[in-house]
């Protein structure tokens, strides 16, 4: 079971715990720049930074306006092959294709690596690779993953393991509601017992309260946390399976890819949590018990706070 959490931070504060994909965080931020705005760089240094760039440079990766095209790239790029990035009808700016670029080389990941499931460019191949034996272009890859049963496997894991988490809230869900059930008839009892006794139980009344409303505390705490764990992991897996999905149907080669690693990851932290949750995995019940003459129990004349732990089966 994982350390608890601060009940009091959110759930997006509690997810960043979890491990994030380097190269799927700069698909997306590659994928955000892509689909914005395109302004005129030179422009921008002429106190006119909102003037669309009619034209892309890839070369130096900076857009022109008209004007600027012709006093300043063509001047320097005679034979660039820049490129006009409206269509005839004026709508949105072409989007470029979107791909990881290596930090250590400063070049394009176009290789993948199935033994060590890494993306890498062509220095990395060259330097770390060269041993490997299934070392493929990541379009390649793609092709084998969508001609073979590893994408239709992950999506049925993740849909498995969606399931499964699903089902674990729910279970927690109910058992926090029982729990707040017991501890009410609980509390009642101890006041209806209170008004039997003399007021030199008073002290007795507080110490049975206290352990009472601590036990339920420490319960629900685990609870808590176990619930968040499975709700964080089922929706990442859920989107996960959506946009894996839809990758595949749109022939999203990257996306695919990186998507299917993604999966792999989700799939081994859903079977560890789901392991890790049955080993002590116990239906909790919170009970208030009263001897048979309280006047005569000593320390235990305000009756005992008993926690029952059930062990259930395996959900795996």
Request: glycine share 4%; aromatic share 6%.
């Amino acid at each position: 079971m994982a350390t608890p959490v601060n009940q009091a931070e959110t759930k997006e504060n509690w997810a960043k715990q979890f491990p994030t994909n380097g190269v799927i965080q700069e698909l997306i931020k590659l994928k955000e720049q892509s689909s914005g705005p395109l302004y005129c760089t030179p422009c921008q240094t002429k106190a006119n930074p909102s003037n669309p760039a009619k034209f892309w440079c890839k070369n130096i990766e900076s857009g022109f306006c008209d004007t600027c095209k012709v006093d300043h790239h063509d001047i320097i790029h005679i034979k660039c092959d820049i490129l006009d990035v409206y269509r005839g009808d004026s709508n949105r700016p072409k989007q470029y294709s979107v791909v990881p670029h290596c930090d250590k080389h400063d070049e394009n990941m176009v290789w993948y690596c199935e033994e060590h499931r890494l993306l890498g460019c062509n220095i990395c191949v060259f330097k770390d690779h060269r041993r490997c034996d299934n070392v493929t272009s990541v379009k390649e890859y793609f092709q084998k993953l969508k001609s073979g049963p590893q994408l239709t496997d992950i999506q049925a894991a993740l849909k498995k393991g969606a399931e499964i988490m699903n089902s674990l809230v729910k279970d927690f869900d109910e058992q926090l509601q029982v729990m707040v059930k017991n501890q009410e008839i609980a509390l009642q009892s101890i006041t209806d017992l209170r008004q039997r006794i003399d007021k030199r139980l008073d002290e007795l009344q507080k110490n049975c309260t206290d352990r009472l409303i601590t036990l339920f505390k420490d319960e629900k705490r685990k609870l808590d946390d176990s619930l968040r764990q499975c709700e964080c992991l089922k929706n990442s897996m859920l989107n996960t399976l959506k946009s894996s999905i839809k990758a595949t149907e749109g022939n999203n080669i990257m996306e695919t890819v990186l998507l299917y690693q993604r999966g792999e990851v989700e799939e081994e932290s859903c079977k560890e949590l789901a392991k890790e949750i049955s080993k002590t995995y116990t239906s909790v019940s919170i009970k208030h018990e009263i001897g048979p003459d309280p006047f005569t129990s000593g320390d235990n004349a305000m009756g005992k706070i008993i926690n029952h732990d059930v062990f259930l089966m395996n959900l795996i």
